[in-house]
């Protein structure tokens, strides 16, 4: 009996602290606020087309030639277009099972049909690539598919990240030199202040501009392949022009291992997120001037990409409606976009007149002093940043240069925005914007300027500091915290059920019951409990002076006899059979 009740607490305790487990873990949340989303460390050199291809994403894709033995195979084309015939496996996965235009799919990576079109990876170049949404209807038969394109020379040897290694742009880059003082830029930003909380990893930005020279010792590794959007075939890790290789300096240039080239400045150029990967989407060549179509279906290939930041260069109209439409579906996907601001004084209706998604960051460049970089719109600024004699790197291994235009305040924005998501990688493109104008140094102004816009950026500000508006609101659980209530009930429940057992294991409680043998009167000293006398017909006391019988029936084993202190004086309560009273049994001397 006694093994029994001991037994009670243990497990009661067990069934209240199991019950209250699955209470604990759920209180405080509501079911109806998503969960935070699981975010890579670091994001791929090289990104891979979305899952959304067959749904009008843009891609890089390639149509199946035919040759004199039939259709190409997957090891001849990923030699020809990845550089590696090793990456057939890798074109396999992206394309088995998805229906082509005749209505069949590809299910073993030996059958090939002429005319077939294949999703390829973002870093995949050469003769017939294309980019833009699959098409929905064979573009050729059997008997009509593309030729075969002749075999190139084989690649140079791949790189680390991914991909091949890019073509020098020393030969087409023109590069000025910096000036002393073009440094006050990045002393101004001070973004290492904010390395301590994040440096930009495990975020993938767009540059959609001139390229990117991915040969530059302080890019190395992180640069992409990207895409030369006019061409549809051509890479976008070179620059002729170099404004995109100084964009991406700004945002993600990291002090070079090895020391620059003789007569190239010395000074070590760091960007904002220098862990930051680029995406480089070039939508110009040797000739500074795109179209808008390019320039909106860089954009759409930047979001289906997987980037989530895209920073617009100076050949991108957001007047344009197919720009501004792309902007829109960027805005959709959480990807924030960061344009200059439009300058003169009249346009189309665009989202730099006011209009466009939360996710869109309208910047304005300004100098040293204050001065614009630019005639822009009144109002048409969100904020502003260094755009007059920044600093930054020139393509070709040219070293530090000075350069001015509201390109560079785009990338100093744009890494802000970087180092941003990397930090709160739950925070929607909209809350990212929001956060970047909130912080930024109004210079005493309580609302936006119309020239200024809420002010210049400040990046460390942008990271560490705490916005109410972000805290998630309180659950309603009638005025308390439910979690709270279920724990004091918990640990009550446990304290009560360890004071049962602890009265249970006491040798004097009133709860031990005596042996059975007890209850016959009769049995040896040895079934008695301790501190407890067996009554008989006559009881003797501690002392051993006889006791006066009761004249009821043998006492039970309920009855009690205790000593009566240090004079040894005992008394023995009996029942009377018959009596609701209690009669004296005795007394001793």
Known sequence: ???????????????AMVAALPQLSGAGQRSDLPRPALVSVAAPATPTPGADAQNGAFVKYY??????????????????????????????????????ADGQ??????????GWTLILPWDAVGDGVRIGPLPTQPSSGADQAPPVPPVQPPKPPAKPGGGTRPPTSSQCANSVPSRPGSGWAQERMAPDQAWGRTRGEGVLVAVVDSGVDAGLPELSGRVAVGADIPSGSGRGDVDCLGSGTAMASIIGARPADTPPPAGAAAAPLV??????????????????QSKPADAATAIEVAVSAGARVVALGAFVDLADPAVAEAIARASEHDVVVVAPASTGTAGSPSPAAGDGPEALLRVGGVGPEGQPAANYQPSGADVIAPGIDVASLGAGGSGVRASSGSQYAVAFVAGTATLVRSAFPNLSAAQVTHRI??????????????????GMIDP??????????????APDDGGGSGALRILVIALLAVAGIAAIALLARRPGAGGEAATD???????????????????????????????????????????TSSGAGATGEATTVATAAGTSGTEPAGAGR
Do not use: C, F, H
């Open 271 to 288: 960007g904002v997120a220098p862990e930051a990967t680029i995406l480089p989407l070039r939508v110009v060549g040797d000739v500074p």
């Open 517 to 559: 043998d007890t209850d016959d009167g009769a049995g040896d000293d040895g079934g008695e409990p301790a501190g407890r006398e067996r009554p008989d017909d006559a009881t003797a006391t501690d002392d051993g002076d006889p006791a006066t019988p009761g004249e009821g029936p043998e006492p039970t084993a309920d009855d």
């Open 105 to 114: 799919s590809l299910t073993d990576s030996r059958q090939l049909r002429a």
């Open 63 to 100: 149509t199946v030639a035919a040759g004199a033995d039939g259709a190409e195979s997957l090891a001849a084309i990923a030699g020809r277009l990845l550089g590696a015939a090793n990456r057939a496996e890798e074109l396999y996965r992206l394309n088995v099972g998805r229906r082509q």
């Open 437 to 454: 104008k909130t912080t930024a140094d109004r210079a005493g102004r309580p609302d936006a300027d119309p020239a200024t816009g809420w």
């Open 1 to 15: 009996m006694t093994a029994k009740v001991r037994a009670w607490p243990i497990l009661l305790g067990g069934v």
């Open 460 to 473: 460390n500000a942008a990271v560490v500091t705490t916005l109410a508006e972000e805290a998630a609101p």
